[in-house]
């Protein structure tokens, strides 16, 4: 009888030691989960995910079930260990049951569990969570009160008892996210993503046509200079204006200005102005995002940027800002912005020095900076701090550059180099 009873003890302590296996492994299994798949999950009704989720929001009556239920095994496994321990080797059995049960449950009890409740967050949550939850009822009161002690003990400490597992990312958090997604997100999707969580970060100044650049039609001008203009524009819209650009009268939307012309012969001056849109205007520090919402909300598609003067900055589109999520709106690969970058023999680039800073980094995947000027040649003005001669040579956050050409004390074209060491960096 002694024999039957002794073995009778040895399956129930390893039966006991599976049950410390199974309430540290979900422990780990429950408190690794991806929150965000078990949230979709749960949304398309998995019913192995809702009751996870319900488990998961109050997190504190969760540890203790788990707990109560670990704490209670382990004292268990140990009073037995001990009784069978003294069965075979008498009083010095205590240490050894001791010293062998520590062991045993370390590994098999909370090293082994975790190690693969961690690698396989799912395989165990959602299976143990059908365990848990009737546990949890039955025990709920010893539970409540054991919850009610242990919170509060944190209120003396000021810690505040969090009752929802609901978490929120910030920017930056999401933006990792995103670039650790690897394979799930295709790299064209996970850029577009990055680009529209950036767009808070930049303003219609960042993107927009400088003042000197921007194409448009004066009133003032002869009416078959103007005429000609219509004809030849390459753009849908035109900027209107009187003499200069500080006195705007709107936007002609091209097509409805040659569709006129078409239908009558004797279409004049007056029949012009009577096409013209009155002009939008955009304040300068205006990020991105606001500004497709504006676009939005006032169905515009196009606006002057100006400064707290009122005078006119520059030009942006509806256009630019998508380009800033999705690339360039162009087949033509050798194109940055409405600007040549024409690749040299020996590796370098032949830049026009009214490309942006941003473009030029997102084209050839550089890292030039962007807080300061906003284009090549406000840059090199910047680092020189002077006008540069035709073949000066200086080098921008370690890439070599040389000035080709200056028109009207600017550079007009520059020959720029990758950063050969950061090359090397990135390769080792």
Known sequence: MDNIHIGVLCIVLVLLIGC????????????????????????EGDKAALRVSRLLERPDRLIGIILLGNNFVNVLTSSLATIIAIHFLGEAGIVVSTVALTLILLVFGEVAPKTLAA?????????????????????????WLTNAVANGLLRLFRVTIQTSSQQS???EELRTVVLEAGVMIPKRHQTMLLSILELEEITVNDIMVPRNEVEGIDLEDDWKEVVAKLTRSPYTRLLVYRDTFDQVVGFLHLRKVLNMMMQNLEFNRTDLENLIREPYFIPEGTSLTQQLINFQQLRRRIGLVVDEYGEVLGLVT???????????????????????LVPRADGGYMVDGRTSIRSLNRALDWKLPTDGPRTLNGLIMEHLETIPEPGARLSLAGHPTEIEEISNNRVKTVVIWPNTKAEAETTD
């Open 20 to 43: 410390s296996a199974f309430f540290s492994s979900s422990e780990t299994g429950l408190m690794t989960l991806n929150r965000y798949r078990l949230r979709h999950r749960a949304r």
């Open 119 to 143: 690698l396989h967050p799912e395989r165990i949550a959602f299976p143990a969570s059908a365990v848990l939850t009737p546990l949890l009822k039955i025990f709920y009161p010893l539970v």
């Open 169 to 171: 990312l910030s920017p």
């Open 318 to 340: 509806l256009e630019d800002i998508l380009e800033e999520i999705v690339g360039e709106f162009t087949t033509d690969p050798a194109t940055i912005g409405k600007r040549n």
